[in-house]
């Protein structure tokens, strides 16, 4: 059975940072490409990052630029996102997601077949 845990969310101060952790069973990472995306309250879910099947290309939503960091470690079966600089603005629920093939969009959440239940990250003073 393909599953996708998330991991990793909780309460930070703005500018703090995070590291979240998607551990995958049931599939081989380098077959499919994982994406994180995020809900926040009244908002619709929107793509935040993802890496493709080979490890090496990711994608990353404009306003994480240079803040988030995508990676994965093949022999732990887990993808994370490193949230460095955190603000309010950040505060969702982020999931992580996982569709067949080499590559992957942020632009559709219905490009990802399997997804987690998700983990809360709250950006507050």
């Known amino acids: 059975q393909l599953q996708l845990v998330e991991s990793g969310g909780g309460l930070v101060q703005p500018g703090g940072s995070l590291r979240l952790s998607c551990a995958v069973s049931?599939?081989?990472?380098?077959?499919?490409?994982i994406g994180w995306f995020r809900q926040a309250p009244g908002k619709d879910r929107e793509g935040v990052s993802c890496i493709y099947s080979d490890g090496v290309n990711t994608d990353y939503a404009e306003s994480v630029k240079g803040r988030f960091t995508i990676s994965r470690d093949l022999a732990k079966n887990t993808v994370f996102l490193q949230m460095n600089s955190l603000s309010p603005d950040d505060t969702a629920v982020y999931y992580c997601a996982a569709s067949y093939g080499w590559s992957s969009s942020l632009n559709s959440i219905y490009e990802y077949d399997y997804w987690g239940q998700g983990t809360q990250v709250t950006v507050s003073s």
């Open positions: 049931g599939f081989t990472l380098d077959r499919y490409a």
